[in-house]
């Protein structure tokens, strides 16, 4: 999707800059709401700062991408790979590299949390879903399941799979590129016992986005990975309940 070429890479470098800005923005408008005391902003878990990290960091790359493609001069067909070869292609690698992935990531955040517990380290949620999971307002748990299905892969995975890792791999960095933004795209969740489950997921979503030529593969996995994780979760805590 990227080329060595300085206007792709200077296209590339700005969309990261307005992305880093729009995240910012969104951290001090925060921070301002919090020192206001303003209802729904007061603790890190409340539903307004859950809504305002979330449309300014994926809201906003949802409003980037089409500035960024049409800028590029790069169709939505060729960016997310919509053809039909590449829709079977999908069709069929995303499910099945989540057979392994799955139980993979799964086993990774097991064997993480009860390392975390006996070096008696504080695991943590992360406060969507927490927020999730705790609501009792219905419209917050439904924006959540839409945030993590639909938008957070299609935003995310534009901005690593589409972005990042390409630029990096066009400049000659490409085992650097795969592993680094993989690291990133874990750490921006904020989790440290998902952290190893999430490098892997990344790392195979990488795969697929080389494998395919686009994005439709890597953001059906990525979506299906969060519904069955809110699936599981949801159920844990019924059942715990």
């Known amino acids: 999707m990227l080329s060595k070429n300085p206007r792709d890479t200077l296209l590339a470098l700005l969309f990261c800059a307005a992305q880093f800005l729009c995240i910012a923005s969104g951290q001090l408008a925060m921070s301002f709401l919090h020192q206001k005391g303003v209802n729904g902003f007061k603790h890190e878990d409340d539903f307004g700062n859950v809504l305002l990290a979330t449309l300014s960091f994926q809201g906003a790359t949802w409003i980037l991408i089409p500035i960024y493609l049409r ?18 292609l999908s069709l069929g690698l995303a499910p099945a590299v989540l057979v392994v992935v799955l139980p993979a ?19 943590q949620q992360e406060t969507a879903v927490e927020l999730f999971l705790t609501s009792a307002w219905w419209p917050t748990g439904m924006y959540l399941a839409v945030f993590a299905v639909v938008l957070a892969p299609v935003a995310e995975e534009f901005i690593f799979r589409g972005v990042l890792f390409p630029l990096l791999k066009a400049h000659g960095y490409y085992k650097s590129a795969w592993i680094g933004v993989s690291l ?17 997921l990344a790392l195979a979503l990488t795969w697929l986005y080389q494998t395919t030529g686009g994005l439709l593969a890597p953001i059906m996995a990525h979506s299906l990975f969060n519904a069955a994780n ?8 019924t059942r715990g309940g």
């Open 230 to 237: 809110l699936a599981v979760f949801y159920l844990a805590n």
């Open 71 to 88: 800028l590029r001069r790069v169709r939505w067909r060729d960016a997310f790979g919509l053809s039909a070869k590449k829709v079977f």
């Open 184 to 200: 990133l795209f874990a750490f921006i969740h904020g989790d440290a016992a998902i952290f190893p489950a999430l490098f892997v």
């Open 105 to 123: 990531a799964g086993t990774l955040q097991w064997v993480t949390a009860r390392v975390m517990t006996v070096l008696h380290w504080k695991t």
